[in-house]
């Protein structure tokens, strides 16, 4: 079973205009809300190409509702903690050919309502099961928190896939999780340096590996694909040229098309094909809406996967 964590998921709202004008009124063409944050993402992609996955989340107030009922129209299987404080809403302006995004804070999350998220990965969560964490933590979290829930799970002989960035990230790796999917800005701030080529990429890849003893490593690179580090051996990813709507939640459905091949028992190949197909459908797609299963069987044919 794959379990998904997102300790602050958002409500995306998308403005669709033609044109923001400075101190002028600005008429909204068309609202539409999407259920987001990184695991869910996962999660939603999951149950998209039909694979077995719980939604682990903390949700709160009328936005952490509005998420959760939509979750429920998508078929997606979820296990909550309920907070005091709003889930965060995140208000995205799209004109036609640029898009501005706004980011709230999420909940301050209290020490108790920690402890049920711990206990119900304890109640969840067996040997053998895969556990994706995900996203920043909010507010009320240390940035060790990653770092403590890949430990535990680690002594559990359970898959851990990492998807962070900052502090929380740089902690997490420490506790050696089975994978991590970052993208090229994550990575540069990982290492505390800059990457600019394909032998850049894999000299950070084959640190991280001895540094932090991580067998698979992601790294997408939008529309240049990706190069993935699974043990000790390199695989360029290139994928087809497609019209990009939005670029939001491709790198979440990379990760979990890989990860659902994995549980499928799929090769390594078939694994990262599936993985690049969800993530370039979910470009072809406007707002969070992300990857349809027609698509991604049709974009399959198109992926090209090479060692090297």
């Known amino acids: 079973m794959i379990f998904t964590l997102t300790l602050n998921p958002a409500l995306d709202r998308f403005l ?66 309920i907070v005091e404080e709003e889930t965060r809403m995140n208000i995205l302006i799209q004109e036609k050919t640029k898009q501005y995004r706004m980011s709230m804070k999420g909940p301050n999350v209290n020490r108790m309502d920690q402890e049920k998220i711990i206990k119900t990965i304890n109640m969840l969560v067996r040997k053998g099961d895969t556990v994706v964490l995900t996203g920043t933590p909010p507010r009320g979290y240390k940035d060790t928190v990653y770092k403590d829930l890949i430990e535990r799970l680690n002594e559990k002989d359970i898959f851990t896939y990492l998807d962070s960035d900052k502090d929380a990230f740089k902690y997490g790796v420490k506790a050696s999780p089975t994978g991590i999917k970052p993208n090229k800005f994550e990575m540069e701030r990982l290492l505390n340096k800059e990457l600019s080529s394909i032998d850049s990429y894999k000299k950070a890849c084959v640190e991280i590996e001895n540094k932090y003893n991580i067998r698979e490593i992601l790294l997408t690179l939008g529309s240049e694909g990706a190069l993935c580090y699974i043990d000790s051996e390199f695989y360029s990813i290139s994928i087809p040229e497609v019209k990009v709507k939005s670029a939001v939640g491709a790198g979440d459905s990379f990760l979990a098309g890989f990860i659902l091949g994995k549980e499928s028992d799929f090769s390594i190949e078939e694994s990262l094909t599936l993985a690049a197909a969800a993530s370039t459908a979910t470009v072809t797609t406007p707002g969070t809406e992300l990857c349809k299963i027609e698509k991604v069987l049709e974009l399959k044919e198109k992926i090209t996967v090479k060692k090297i």
């Open 16 to 81: 669709y205009v033609d044109k923001l004008i400075q101190d002028d009124t600005v008429r909204v063409n068309k609202i539409k809300d999407y259920p987001a944050g990184k695991g869910i993402d996962v999660s939603r992609v999951i149950n998209e190409l039909k694979g077995h996955t719980v939604a682990i989340t903390i949700v709160g107030g009328n936005n952490g509702n509005r998420l959760l009922q939509m979750l429920d129209e998508e078929g997606v299987v979820y296990t909550n903690v």
